[in-house]
């Protein structure tokens, strides 16, 4: 079985362009969380979606939107790129909204973006 | 606010030498905690994770935790470190909410 899977791998960016970052959860998982994880620091909640809705939401600024679809695969965009949003974007999912008793979140590869 | 603190960014062990990373918490209540691993440009592998019930927590890869009421703290143990163990190692929390984590201890294993 396939687990989390993200695309692109990698991704350069010049400043102020769009970006979009894409990810497929694993089958049956109904939640998809986005984390920023900038280097040296520790993974960073941006958005939470479960069953299409969002469910959190990071503290992070207007130019970050996300996005899930019927099939359960989300969409992570970001306007406006600044130099800081320079990171790795980790892709997660979950069979339950949030991390708890007896679920865990499972993580993909990620998607490195550097914008210049 | 929620925390997770890893007071040492990096620690070197000798190869077959004993671990123990540490992690503290900072949470209302008693929080779900995981430790997860990462190895460069990858992403990340659940390595165990509390609920509740027995304290010391087993995982993958030879690797336990205990959790420490007391101290607010999960600190991560293996009793002899194999060189493929160097890795980033993250400890988390979830209240179920987002998973916070900390920003990690750096490993690093030599001859």
């Known amino acids: 079985d396939a687990g989390v899977t993200q695309s692109p791998t990698h991704l350069i960016k010049t400043r102020g362009q769009h970006v979009t970052l894409r990810c497929s959860p694993i089958s049956g998982h109904k939640s998809v969380s986005w984390y920023q994880q900038v280097l040296g620091q520790g993974p960073q909640f941006i958005f939470q979606?479960?069953?299409?809705?969002?469910?959190g939401r990071g503290n992070f600024p207007d130019r970050f939107s996300a996005r899930q679809f019927p099939n359960y695969s989300s969409e992570l965009n970001v306007n406006a790129l600044l130099l800081g949003d320079s990171a790795l974007y980790l892709c997660a999912s979950s069979f339950s909204p949030h991390s708890g008793a007896n679920t865990e979140a499972f993580f993909g590869q990620g998607t490195r973006l550097t914008v210049v | 606010a929620q925390s997770v603190t890893q007071p040492d960014i990096h620690i070197t062990v000798s190869e077959g030498a004993s671990l123990e990373l540490r992690c503290n918490y900072s949470?209302?209540?008693?929080?779900?905690l995981f430790w997860y691993v990462q190895s460069p440009g990858q992403g990340l592998q659940l390595l165990l994770k509390?609920?509740?019930?027995?304290?010391l927590v087993q995982g993958i890869k030879g690797f336990e935790a205990e959790f420490k009421r007391s101290q607010s703290s999960f600190n991560l143990r293996k009793p002899s470190v194999h060189w493929s163990d160097a890795a980033e190692y993250f400890c988390a929390a979830s209240g179920n909410t987002p998973l916070v984590f900390g920003k990690g201890t750096r490993l690093s294993v030599i001859a």
């Open positions: 949470y209302g209540a008693t929080p779900y």
């Open positions: 979606y479960y069953e299409k809705e969002e469910r």
């Open positions: 509390y609920f509740s019930g027995d304290t």
